[in-house]
């Protein structure tokens, strides 16, 4: 199935959850926040979230630092 990922089309397989999307890109070990179609998706939810052809997911890591 077709998914945009930050802008960019991407063929994964069917069936796909968030979890597994994330395995795929390898960033397992990273903060991050998903959105899908515009809406926030807690990472609670990202064992159980499939995707669906035409999603648009955008993926935003966590930076840390710049505190005074």
Not at 8 to 36: C, F, N
Not at 46 to 65: C, K, L, N, T
Request: net charge negative.
């Amino acid at each position: 199935m077709e998914l945009v990922i930050n802008g960019k089309p991407e063929q994964l397989p069917d069936g796909l959850s968030a979890s597994a999307l994330i395995a795929h890109l390898g960033l397992q070990s990273t903060r991050l926040a998903m959105e899908v179609n515009r809406e926030i998706v807690p990472r609670s939810r990202f064992d159980s979230h499939y995707f669906q052809p035409g999603d648009r997911i955008e993926i935003v890591r966590a930076i840390g630092g710049g505190g005074q």
